[in-house]
């Protein structure tokens, strides 16, 4: 069961934040504070008091804006301390979900609150102590075994590639609703800090994976570095641009820079492709 406070400066929506935890049998107590000096006074005593003291705080449903210190100043501060509650971001506003996701937010809950997007931040969080949990039993359960057993020589198993585990479509999540894209329909994808957003023909999607992870796993389906921000499916290149020692893509109506690292493979590999 879980011990949450919400922070919220504005207390109709702070109690109407309330009035939804509290009705969610998965949280023990729901408690809230207006202003991020409560919410910093209530969480320090929390984290004095330990995990298991009666003020103990699972996590804390933070709006980004307030009067003084914003939600993602608290989430700064938080993160210096060795065990902090988790965070879940409950805004208006999307323009921060990556400097969010960055802070290690479990989840970003756009205003207004829908019951069931909060009951799957909720899940979220559930899910993420769980695995917490079970982390920390299996480290003991090994550091006992460790005691107890002598090592034994194993075999190395097959090898699994990169492209044998990639599949055909990727997870994103929109409105707090998971879909699926096909790789084939993503034209181009850019860095966002350690997130990468993808870009298909019908808009772009936000996912939590580095560009690196993308470039590893999607080479064998044509993907190719061209910038320190970009990747770019081979097949969705329409022009090749070289103006004044600078090379760029149009990828539908996107012109990309190529850096000039990348430019000469570029190039060979369009040259082989246009000539099969």
């Known amino acids: 069961m879980l011990r949450v406070l919400a922070v919220d400066d504005e207390k109709p929506l702070l109690e109407e934040l309330l009035y939804l935890l509290r009705s969610d049998p998965r949280v023990h107590s729901a408690e809230g504070a207006s202003d991020a000096t409560e919410a910093l006074r209530r969480i320090t005593r929390a984290l004095e008091g330990g995990p298991e003291g009666a003020d103990g705080i699972d996590v804390v449903f933070l709006d980004i804006h307030m009067a003084g210190l914003t939600g993602l100043d608290i989430a700064r501060?938080?993160?210096?301390?060795?065990?902090?509650?988790?965070?879940?971001?409950?805004?208006?506003?999307?323009?921060?979900?990556?400097?969010?996701?960055?802070?290690?937010?479990?989840?970003?809950?756009?205003?207004?609150?829908?019951?069931?997007?909060?009951?799957?931040?909720?899940?979220?969080?559930?899910?993420?102590?769980?695995?917490?949990?079970?982390?920390?039993?299996?480290?003991?359960?090994?550091?006992?075994?460790?005691?107890?057993?002598?090592?034994?020589?194993?075999?190395p198993g097959p090898e699994v590639t990169i492209a044998d585990r990639t599949p055909d479509q990727i997870a994103v999540e929109l409105g707090g609703v998971t879909r699926f894209v096909a790789i084939a329909d993503i034209a181009y994808v850019e860095a966002q800090g350690d997130y990468a957003r993808l870009y298909t023909d019908e808009?772009?999607?936000?996912?939590?994976?580095?560009?690196?992870?993308?470039?590893?796993?999607?080479?064998?389906?044509?993907?190719?570095?061209?910038?320190?921000?970009?990747?770019?499916?081979?097949?969705?290149?329409d022009e090749l641009r070289l103006d004044a020692g600078t090379t760029s893509v149009r990828v539908g109506s996107a012109e990309l820079q190529v850096s000039r690292r990348h430019a000469r493979e570029l190039r060979e590999l369009l040259m082989r492709q246009a000539t099969g």
């Open 203 to 237: 808009g772009s999607h936000l996912v939590r994976i580095p560009l690196s992870t993308l470039e590893e796993r999607w080479a064998p389906r044509g993907f190719v570095r061209i910038h320190r921000r970009h990747l770019v499916a081979l097949g969705r290149i």
């Open 77 to 155: 501060l938080l993160a210096g301390f060795a065990r902090p509650p988790l965070i879940v971001f409950v805004t208006a506003h999307e323009g921060f979900a990556v400097q969010a996701f960055d802070l290690k937010a479990v989840d970003y809950v756009l205003k207004p609150v829908r019951p069931e997007r909060l009951a799957e931040a909720v899940r979220r969080v559930c899910a993420q102590l769980g695995r917490a949990q079970e982390a920390a039993e299996s480290a003991a359960d090994r550091a006992d075994r460790a005691v107890h057993s002598v090592p034994v020589p194993r075999r």
